[in-house]
């Protein structure tokens, strides 16, 4: 689900909204802010912490996996939907050979 965090559109699983939530109350809202780029779908695409600036520890660390995360669950995605395909190509050919094998039983009857 998109949230808003850092005020930025940020693509956030149930468990690692309430983690950003418990980040929140420690460290301040304030700390995401600058911290990290997203596209219009709400995956981070960059994080740079600022140089100027000491940012905790557990900020950062929870935007990488929160990015890692994110990237994993787009391959993850993309593997069922090769799968799907395998299981129709599968099915495909098992629906040709059945044919196949009808028309050698039809032969023989002959």
């Known amino acids: ?3 808003a965090v850092g005020n930025k559109r940020l693509e956030l ?3 690692e909204f309430e983690y950003y ?4 109350e420690q460290f301040g809202g304030s700390e995401f802010i600058g911290l990290f780029k997203t596209d219009k779908n709400g ?5 740079n912490p600022p140089v100027n600036k000491n940012v905790p520890l557990g900020v950062i660390f ?3 996996n929160v990015m890692m995360n994110q990237r994993i669950r787009v391959l993850d995605k993309k593997i069922n939907k090769v799968l799907d395909l395998e299981i129709k190509v599968d099915n495909f050919f098992q629906v040709n050979n059945i044919v196949e ?3 050698k039983l039809e032969q023989k009857i002959e």
Not at 21 to 24: A, G, T
Not at 43 to 47: D, K, L, P
């Open 1 to 3: 689900m998109i949230r």
């Open 13 to 15: 699983s149930d468990s």
């Open 21 to 24: 939530c418990s980040l929140k």
């Open 43 to 47: 995956i981070i695409t960059f994080v």
């Open 62 to 64: 929870f935007l990488l």
């Open 101 to 103: 094998r009808i028309e």
